[in-house]
């Protein structure tokens, strides 16, 4: 449930793979580019993931703008919020570089206690039925009555196809099964790392849940990219219909730079770093 934007540090990595050496290329490119101007418990049912190989790629979303081609674009880690309190003992909290460490931390001036931030994973699912895409228009701000695909932040206790599955169930009343990775998404400004897989309905029934006011499935050349509720959400399903019209879906790697000061909303405000196809 994205209720709201955190400002949590840099992101993490999901996915860990080995370059395949074809003669004097690797197999896989780099590239940057600007876009244009519960109380219900699901079913949880995954299948094996389907293997992916390393192809060699050029940017197809925005033609105009050339991509990198053999160096990623890194920026400096997000805004960590300022904590005042400590957690533990309630004591005040000093801003500092413990020794050893490279970054400023809050420390407990009392117990000693440093807090450390780490981002959120956000999982959710691309949901294919009948040539179209199941998305959710959201009743909760951010982004109140734009369209999106189920997803929300992970929590304790379950895996990334578990997170998704519940996402789906909560915010689109739909049972799934998780196809395969599609994409990993990450945004170091807000801290957040999303992770998005391919899924198909168990049963053709779907309803909006507590956070959606409506759920509709989509045609490709139907979807409302100009009405979409994250930078993340445009990005993810960009890639799926370019995919979509060379083949079939590919797993995506990328980093999305956003601008800073621009509102959650403002999906455009962002470049695509780093970006890697399998």
Request: positive net charge; charged residues 20%.
């Amino acid at each position: 449930m994205l209720r709201h934007i955190q400002f949590l540090g840099s992101c993490s990595g999901f996915f860990f793979h080995r370059l395949k050496h074809h003669g004097n290329h690797q197999g896989l490119s780099f590239m940057s580019f600007s876009p244009k101007p519960s109380s219900r418990t699901p079913l949880l049912t995954t299948s094996c993931f389907r293997q992916f190989r390393s192809s060699s790629i050029r940017s197809e979303s925005n033609p105009d703008v050339p991509s990198s081609s053999s160096s990623a674009t890194f920026r400096p880690a997000g805004t960590s919020r300022r904590i005042n309190f400590c957690q533990l003992c309630g004591g005040p909290m000093k801003h500092e570089i413990p020794d050893g460490e490279e970054k400023e931390r809050a420390i407990c001036t009392l117990c000693g206690k440093v807090a450390y931030e780490n981002p959120k994973m956000v999982v959710g699912c691309l949901i294919e039925h009948d040539n179209s895409i199941l998305l959710c228009k959201r009743k909760i701000q951010p982004s109140y009555g734009l369209w999106t695909l189920p997803a929300g932040y992970m929590e304790i206790g379950e895996s990334a196809t578990e997170g998704a599955i519940r996402e789906t169930w909560e915010e689109a009343g739909a049972k799934v099964e998780i196809i395969s990775p599609f994409a990993q998404l990450d945004i170091p400004l807000i801290g957040q790392t999303y992770i998005i897989f391919l899924a198909k309905l168990m049963t053709p029934h779907f309803s909006p849940g507590p956070e959606s006011s409506e759920c509709r499935l989509f045609a490709l050349n139907d979807i409302p990219f100009e009405s979409l509720s994250f930078s993340s959400m445009l990005v993810t399903l960009n890639l799926y219909v370019e995919d979509i019209k060379v083949g079939k879906p590919k797993f995506h790697y990328g980093i999305i730079n956003k601008r800073p000061g621009t509102s959650p909303s403002d999906i455009h405000a962002y470049t695509l770093d780093y970006h890697l196809r399998k």
